[in-house]
Nanobody, 121 residues
Framework: QVQLVESGGGLVQPGGSLRLSCAAS????????MGWYRQAPGKQRELVAALTSGGRTNYADSVKGRFTISRDYAKNMAYLQMNSLKPEDTAVYYC???????????????WGQGTQVTVSS
Protein backbone atom coordinates (compact mmCIF):
# COMPACT_ATOMS: atom_id res chain seq x y z
CA GLN A 1 0.00 0.00 0.00
CA VAL A 2 1.10 3.54 -0.80
CA GLN A 3 -0.47 6.75 0.46
CA LEU A 4 0.06 10.36 -0.55
CA VAL A 5 -1.37 12.90 1.86
CA GLU A 6 -1.49 16.62 1.11
CA SER A 7 -1.81 19.38 3.67
CA GLY A 8 -1.53 23.13 3.87
CA GLY A 9 -4.42 24.30 1.75
CA GLY A 10 -6.84 26.99 2.81
CA LEU A 11 -8.23 30.43 2.17
CA VAL A 12 -5.80 33.24 1.42
CA GLN A 13 -6.15 36.80 0.14
CA PRO A 14 -4.77 37.79 -3.26
CA GLY A 15 -1.05 38.46 -2.98
CA GLY A 16 -0.70 36.08 -0.06
CA SER A 17 1.27 32.88 0.33
CA LEU A 18 0.65 29.25 1.16
CA ARG A 19 2.89 26.24 1.50
CA LEU A 20 1.54 22.84 0.55
CA SER A 21 3.08 19.63 1.82
CA CYS A 22 2.80 16.09 0.51
CA ALA A 23 3.86 13.01 2.45
CA ALA A 24 4.34 9.71 0.63
CA SER A 25 4.28 6.62 2.80
CA UNK A 26 3.93 2.86 2.59
CA UNK A 27 5.85 0.14 0.81
CA UNK A 28 7.96 2.48 -1.34
CA UNK A 29 11.22 1.35 -2.87
CA UNK A 30 12.08 4.44 -4.83
CA UNK A 31 10.45 7.66 -6.04
CA UNK A 32 11.49 9.27 -9.30
CA UNK A 33 9.40 12.38 -9.81
CA MET A 34 6.96 14.12 -7.50
CA GLY A 35 4.65 16.82 -8.68
CA TRP A 36 1.72 19.06 -8.01
CA TYR A 37 -1.36 19.31 -10.18
CA ARG A 38 -4.49 21.37 -9.79
CA GLN A 39 -8.06 21.25 -10.98
CA ALA A 40 -10.41 24.21 -10.93
CA PRO A 41 -14.18 23.79 -11.24
CA GLY A 42 -15.15 23.00 -14.81
CA LYS A 43 -11.54 22.68 -15.95
CA GLN A 44 -9.17 19.81 -16.62
CA ARG A 45 -6.47 18.84 -14.18
CA GLU A 46 -3.21 20.57 -15.09
CA LEU A 47 0.41 20.27 -14.10
CA VAL A 48 1.57 23.01 -11.74
CA ALA A 49 5.11 21.88 -10.93
CA ALA A 50 7.21 18.73 -10.94
CA LEU A 51 10.62 17.78 -9.60
CA THR A 52 12.59 14.70 -10.61
CA SER A 53 14.99 12.76 -8.42
CA GLY A 54 17.77 14.28 -10.53
CA GLY A 55 16.68 17.78 -9.56
CA ARG A 56 15.06 18.80 -12.83
CA THR A 57 12.02 21.05 -12.42
CA ASN A 58 9.08 21.80 -14.66
CA TYR A 59 6.60 24.60 -14.00
CA ALA A 60 3.41 25.73 -15.66
CA ASP A 61 3.94 29.09 -17.34
CA SER A 62 1.19 30.60 -15.19
CA VAL A 63 3.10 29.95 -11.95
CA LYS A 64 6.72 30.54 -12.99
CA GLY A 65 8.40 33.00 -10.65
CA ARG A 66 5.67 32.65 -8.04
CA PHE A 67 5.65 28.96 -7.08
CA THR A 68 8.57 26.79 -6.00
CA ILE A 69 8.59 23.02 -5.70
CA SER A 70 11.00 21.24 -3.39
CA ARG A 71 11.51 17.78 -1.97
CA ASP A 72 12.91 16.12 1.10
CA TYR A 73 14.21 12.95 -0.54
CA ALA A 74 14.98 11.21 2.74
CA LYS A 75 11.45 11.70 4.06
CA ASN A 76 9.60 11.16 0.76
CA MET A 77 8.07 14.62 1.09
CA ALA A 78 7.28 17.27 -1.50
CA TYR A 79 6.41 20.90 -0.96
CA LEU A 80 4.91 23.67 -3.01
CA GLN A 81 5.63 27.22 -1.89
CA MET A 82 3.06 29.50 -3.46
CA ASN A 83 3.64 33.25 -3.37
CA SER A 84 1.80 36.19 -4.91
CA LEU A 85 -1.34 34.12 -5.14
CA LYS A 86 -4.06 35.16 -7.55
CA PRO A 87 -7.77 34.32 -7.64
CA GLU A 88 -7.12 32.20 -10.72
CA ASP A 89 -4.90 29.93 -8.60
CA THR A 90 -8.05 28.74 -6.82
CA ALA A 91 -8.33 24.99 -7.29
CA VAL A 92 -7.97 21.63 -5.66
CA TYR A 93 -4.26 20.83 -5.59
CA TYR A 94 -3.15 17.22 -5.94
CA CYS A 95 0.20 15.65 -5.18
CA UNK A 96 1.51 12.90 -7.41
CA UNK A 97 4.47 10.56 -7.25
CA UNK A 98 5.99 8.21 -9.81
CA UNK A 99 7.42 5.36 -7.80
CA UNK A 100 8.33 1.70 -7.49
CA UNK A 101 6.82 -0.32 -4.66
CA UNK A 102 8.78 -2.84 -2.68
CA UNK A 103 8.57 -6.21 -4.40
CA UNK A 104 6.44 -4.87 -7.25
CA UNK A 105 8.15 -4.26 -10.61
CA UNK A 106 7.49 -1.19 -12.69
CA UNK A 107 6.97 2.52 -12.12
CA UNK A 108 3.44 3.60 -11.19
CA UNK A 109 1.80 6.97 -10.61
CA UNK A 110 0.07 7.55 -7.30
CA TRP A 111 -2.15 10.46 -6.30
CA GLY A 112 -3.22 12.15 -3.11
CA GLN A 113 -6.78 13.07 -2.25
CA GLY A 114 -6.27 16.77 -2.90
CA THR A 115 -6.32 19.94 -0.82
CA GLN A 116 -8.41 23.02 -1.55
CA VAL A 117 -6.71 26.34 -2.18
CA THR A 118 -8.99 29.37 -2.38
CA VAL A 119 -7.65 32.82 -3.21
CA SER A 120 -10.22 35.46 -2.47
CA SER A 121 -10.64 38.78 -0.71
Amino acid sequence: QVQLVESGGGLVQPGGSLRLSCAASGSIFSISAMGWYRQAPGKQRELVAALTSGGRTNYADSVKGRFTISRDYAKNMAYLQMNSLKPEDTAVYYCSANLIRLGVPGWTDYWGQGTQVTVSS
